[in-house]
Structures are given as C-alpha cells and as structure tokens.
T-cell receptor, first 110, second 116 residues
Framework: RKEVEQDPGPFNVPEGATVAFNCTYS??????FFWYRQDCRKEPKLLMS???SGNEDGRFTAQLNRASQYISLLIRDSKLSDSATYLC???????????FGSGTKLNVKP | EAGVTQFPSHSVIEKGQTVTLRCDPI?????LYWYRRVMGKEIKFLLH????????ESGMPNNRFLAERTGGTYSTLKVQPAELEDSGVYFC??????????????FGPGTRLTVL
C-alpha cells in the first residue's frame, strides 16, 4: 500500500469555481503534513503546511483529520494561474524524509 | 536569497556511462535531501545529509548510486554505471533547522536524467 494516496485527476474547473482535493496517508505515525504545488517540468514549491486545527491562506484552506488519516485542500475562486499539480506530502515523527503522493492535476479553464 | 540550485538541468547518457549530479543547497541549511521521480511514479526519497554526515540513505536504490557532501556544503550524486531504469528527474532539497522532521523542504529545479 502506498504511503500517500491522491486522486490523480485531472480536475477541470471553470474560473471562479471552488475545488477540493483529498489525500489519505497510511501511517498513523505521520507527523507533519504539507501541500506542495508543482508546475509542469518545475520543482515542487510549498503551498502550505497543514495543521491539526486547519489553516487558511487567502483562497486556500487546508484541513487535517488524524482519526481518518486524510488531508484536504480547498481552493476558492479558482484562477487560471492555479492550474498545476498539487502534491500531498507527509513526514513521520523523527524521520526526515518526505513521502509524496503522486499528485492531483488541476486545470482551470476560462 | 538564492534558492537550491542543481547542475546540470538535463543529462543524456548511454547505459554503462557515469553521471554526476550536483546540488547547492540554500546557504546555511544543514539538511540536504535527494529525491527522484521516475516516469509515472511519485517522487521518492533517496537520502538525507545533516551537514556532511549521511543521516538516512534508506532510499538509495543500489550500490551504483553514491552521494557525497564534503564539507557540508554542496552535494554530488554519482550514478556508475547508469542503467536504463535510472532515468528520471532527480530533485535536491534543503531545510534549515535541527527539528528537520517538521521543517519545510525547499526544492531545486531538478536534473532530468535520460539513460539510453
């Protein structure tokens, strides 16, 4: 079983739409959680860390459900520039290696 | 502040040849990581340096891969001899603090390796 599972998509949405991605992780010892964004043929870039209490950064909201071992990312008022692959990343306590999901591709259309 | 840099950006070699990838982390970052993405798969961890010491090399595929970080600054990843299945994008990342398990990792642009 993979450490981190994501729906690969693609999610095709119109500008202005709200879109949500989920991600599940298999190891209950996972401690730190992140969403990274990766544009085509570029490096992953941190979008936001995910905290137990949930956190919001502008149009982006991340939630963590430890009991169910899933993480979500909500994007409101989608922009064309949000088109990218969104990577769910987890890190276990005392381990310093990231476990990546395979990514969810988002296409925002005019 | 300069980000993580990697060289070369692309490398095309023949099976059996040797290739050396280089990573320069963000200045002051003690933690340096190598990851790899092969086509159609997720990004996977290769190894982690803390300064010049290998902290975790559990992801290294086999002994054809050798990573070094002399002096605790830049790192090299050598593949010798290269095989077809080594093709992929090799990412380097760095992070700052001693509590590396919760640290943000900053990624370089990657080296796209093609083995023919």
């Amino acid at each position: 079983r993979k450490e981190v599972e994501q729906d690969p998509g693609p999610f095709n949405v119109p500008e202005g739409a709200t879109v949500a991605f989920n991600c599940t992780y298999s190891n209950s010892a996972s401690q730190s959680f992140f969403w990274y964004r990766q544009d085509c043929r570029k490096e992953p870039k941190l979008l936001m860390s995910v905290y137990s209490s949930g956190n919001e950064d502008g149009r982006f909201t991340a939630q963590l459900n430890r009991a169910s071992q899933y993480i979500s990312l909500l994007i409101r008022d989608s922009k064309l520039s949000d088109s990218a692959t969104y990577l769910c990343v987890v890190n276990r306590y005392n381990f310093n290696k990231f476990y990546f999901g395979s990514g969810t591709k988002l296409n925002v259309k005019p | 502040e300069a980000g993580v840099t990697q060289f070369p950006s692309h490398s095309v070699i023949e099976k059996g040849q040797t290739v050396t990838l280089r990573c320069d982390p963000i200045s002051g970052h003690d933690n340096l990581y190598w990851y790899r993405r092969v086509m159609g798969k997720e990004i996977k961890f290769l190894l982690h340096f803390v300064k010049e010491s290998k902290q975790d090399e559990s992801g290294m595929p086999n002994n054809r891969f050798l990573a070094e970080r002399t002096g605790g600054t830049y790192s090299t990843l050598k593949v010798q001899p290269a095989e077809l299945e080594d093709s992929g994008v090799y990412f380097c990342a760095s992070s700052q603090s001693l509590r590396a398990s919760t640290d943000t990792q900053y990624f370089g642009p990657g080296t796209r390796l093609t083995v023919l």
